[in-house]
C-alpha cells in the first residue's frame, strides 16, 4: 500500500508538469507532459515546446 501511494505521487507530480508542444513533422499541437515527449497523431519524437 505505502509504496504504491508514493509511485502515485512521482506520477501526478509529472502530470502536473505540462507543456504546449508542436510536432516538427505534421505539425500537431498538444499538450505534452514528462521528460519524452511524443506526439500523439504520428508518434514522433521531433517535437518541439512553444
Ligand atoms: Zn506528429
Redesign the pocket.
Known amino acids: 500500500m505505502c509504496s504504491v501511494g508514493d509511485a502515485f505521487g512521482v506520477d501526478v507530480a509529472d502530470s502536473l508538469d505540462t507543456k504546449s508542444c508542436k510536432?516538427k513533422?505534421?505539425g500537431?499541437q498538444f499538450q505534452g507532459m514528462g521528460k519524452r515527449i511524443i506526439?500523439p497523431?504520428?508518434q514522433?519524437r521531433n517535437v518541439e515546446v512553444v
Request: aromatic share 0%.
Open positions: 510536432c513533422d505534421c500537431n506526439c497523431t504520428c514522433s
